[in-house]
């Protein structure tokens, strides 16, 4: 009995092992090629999810644009799961919904503009779209994958001026946030 046991945790570890793997590579093999357009986020908040966000953001201490960035996908995370079967909406309330990448860059970047301003950080986040998205090189032919929304974050700190690209579609599926080896092409914000 203890033998089966032992081979099946070693068969779950095998298969969680494997698992991990096919992402990381996945998730390193991500290209997104431009061009790339970046405009300001037109999600809006109903006044239930804006006062939740309001009250969290009083509560956090936020002291670099880093610091919001973590804050501001763990809000969009708590409100998002992905999915593609819904029209793209750019209202968002207090009730958990499913979104696709438009809808998670565009409530990604409302909240990191509102963590940013209230914390007085030098920084603004505009919703990236870049035409293509391709794992290993090749597109995926399936409608709502072939590009890909995105943000990217212009960090004017005195000393440490730099753009974070940011994906909080790729946060929630565990894929990490950070795009900075993914993006091919140059990436302008509009300061």
Known sequence: MKKKARMLALALLAIVGLTLFAIALT????GLEGPHTTRVSSATLDKSLEAAIEFKLREARLATVED???LSLRLTGARLHFGLG?????SFGAEPREANCIEYAHLFARIFDMAAARSKLPARAYVVHSDRAA???KVVPLPGLRDHDWVVVEDETPGASRQWFVDATFEDA???WDL???VKGNVKGRR
Do not use: Q
């Open 68 to 70: 919001a960035i973590e």
């Open 180 to 182: 900075t080896h993914n």
């Open 135 to 137: 794992v290993f090189d």
């Open 86 to 90: 819904h029209p793209t909406r750019l």
């Open 174 to 176: 565990w894929l990490g």
């Open 27 to 30: 998730r390193a093999n991500v």
